[in-house]
């Protein structure tokens, strides 16, 4: 069975410094990953995806995340955090051989930055 | 303006009583879906349909149903079969394809009083 871990319930960082958010998957074949993030009380918003090609993913508000097939991890990164990115943050996985498009979704990890 | 719509945004059901909630899309998808949300547990998807007048259960599907009678319908009924209702749903959105994201609504927040 699929599945997506975020080891982190909450990363803690002050503003302007590197933020990580991590995500491991489990899956029997190649899938499609995915970030999302969520404000309070709010749907989810769609950050960035890896499908193929280039292991380095640029997504929008300056998120990026790297694929690592060896480590099956796809960790989400910033590289000065702002306060307005307090939120919680989502990783989900599709396989490849899924047409539905369903995600599988991590726990998701609750960021908190810091003026 | 296109997207995905859900209503309304707050909900309160008493016990036994069926519920239901709405969600509407004008951005053409093919596919639909219904998760529920739970602190700590991410999202649960509940129902899905890819097109009109077809639906699959998902992972939690018991004490819920759903119809899709127009491609920009979908809206989910909570019965009184359904334990534990009190959670936030949210509505998705998608093209067929697996590799395309889900758009999705603000959410319904249900509580059962």
């Known amino acids: 069975a699929q599945s997506v871990a975020q080891p982190e319930d909450q990363v803690n960082v002050a503003e302007g ?52 097939k060896s480590q099956t991890s796809f960790h989400l990164k910033k590289p000065s955090a702002l306060v307005s990115d307090s939120a919680l943050y989502f990783c989900a996985v599709i396989l490849r051989t899924d047409s539905w498009g369903k995600l599988q979704f991590g726990a998701g990890t609750q960021v908190v930055v810091t003026p | 303006d296109g997207g995905i719509t859900q209503s309304p945004k707050y909900l309160f059901r008493k016990e036994g009583q069926n519920v239901t909630l709405s969600c509407e899309q004008n ?19 509940i129902y899905y349909s890819q097109i009109v007048n077809d639906f699959q ?57």
């Open chain 2, 57 to 113: 259960k998902g992972d939690i599907a018991e004490g819920y149903s759903v119809s899709r009678e127009k491609k920009e319908s979908f809206p989910l009924t909570v019965t009184s079969a359904q334990k534990n209702p009190t959670a936030f749903y949210l509505c998705a959105s998608s093209m067929e394809r697996g590799n395309t994201e889900a758009f999705f609504g603000q959410g319904t927040r249900l509580t059962v009083v």
């Open chain 1, 17 to 68: 410094n590197p933020l990580t958010v991590k995500c491991t998957y489990s899956v029997s074949g190649n899938p499609y990953l995915f970030w999302y993030v969520q404000y309070p009380n709010r749907g989810l918003q769609f950050l960035l995806k890896y499908i193929t090609g280039d292991n380095l993913v640029k997504g929008s508000y300056g998120f990026e995340a790297e694929f690592n």
């Open chain 2, 27 to 45: 951005l053409n998808h093919d596919a639909m879906y219904w998760y529920r949300q739970d602190p700590g547990q991410g999202l649960r998807l």
